[in-house]
């Protein structure tokens, strides 16, 4: 059990590390293909993006490291609600915000290694 929250915690900073270098390549290691990002608007209306476009959303801005932002990320809580299941919640900002991304991370294990499926963001 101990190694299952290890490796749930080695996607969790994959995650991290690829928030703050904008690599698409470490996101891409850690998020399913089929995960969306989805938070609901002021108007109340829900808005979901998917993988491939937040993606882009990465790859076309500086990323925080690039532009010598400080970092603060780290694990809120890890719920592990099956034998192949855990939701995250956590909390990733860079430089003076102080909105970062937060929320839950359902984290699914297929065929022996764990990966993002969802994600709300707060």
């Not at 059990?1 to 850690?30: C, N, P, R, W």
């Not at 932002?69 to 855990?86: F, M, Y």
């Amino acid at each position: 059990m101990t190694d299952d929250l290890a490796a749930i915690e080695a996607v969790l900073q994959t995650y991290f590390d690829g928030l703050h270098e904008g690599s698409v390549d470490k996101l891409g290691a850690v998020f399913h293909e089929t995960a969306d990002l989805r938070s609901v608007a002021a108007d109340g209306a829900l808005a979901v993006l998917t993988r491939a476009a937040w993606f882009e959303g990465v790859k076309s801005r500086p990323s925080p490291k690039s532009r010598d932002l400080a970092r603060h990320d780290w694990i809120v809580t890890i719920d592990r609600s099956g034998p192949a299941t855990a939701c995250a919640a956590l909390c990733a900002k860079s430089g003076p915000f102080r909105n970062g991304h937060g929320g839950p991370r359902m984290c699914r294990r297929h065929q022996g290694n764990h990966r993002i499926g969802c994600t709300g963001v707060a």
